[in-house]
């Protein structure tokens, strides 16, 4: 069993930065990196980003791309998730996943079901 636990939400204005962070507790060996998606009220979970465990590769949505980064520190089992240029548009409820699909394919490591041990949540709210 792996315990995820996000931190560094909160309310900032359009235009701000947040960094999250996401502890892993464990590096299980099936799986290949860690994942970050956002649910906004009303609306269904939704890819955002994610790193491999040796932080060669990441993949990001298009909504982001240019805005976020994701990066990762292998000592800490942590990734982190920069988020510049904020727009309200991005407020939603922020989750980290361990990602135990390898693959170079937008759509299979996009989806929810690549995923395992999903963290609690971290809200950010941008105001306009």
């Known amino acids: 069993q792996v315990q995820l636990v996000e931190s560094g939400g909160g309310l900032v204005q359009a235009g701000g930065s947040l960094r999250l962070s996401c502890a892993a507790s464990k590096r299980t060996y099936s799986s290949y990196g860690m994942g970050w998606f956002r649910q906004a009220p009303g609306k269904e979970r939704e890819f955002v980003a994610t790193?491999?465990?040796?932080?060669?590769?990441?993949y990001y949505a298009d909504s982001v791309k240019g805005r976020f980064t994701a990066s990762g520190d292998n000592a800490k089992n942590t990734v982190y998730l920069q988020m510049n240029s904020l727009k309200p548009e991005d407020t939603a409820v922020y989750y980290c996943a361990v990602r135990v699909v390898s693959s170079s394919i937008y759509y299979r490591i996009s989806r929810p079901a690549s995923y395992e041990y999903w963290g609690q949540g971290t809200q950010v709210t941008v105001s306009s």
């Open positions: 790193i491999s465990w040796t932080g060669n590769t990441t």
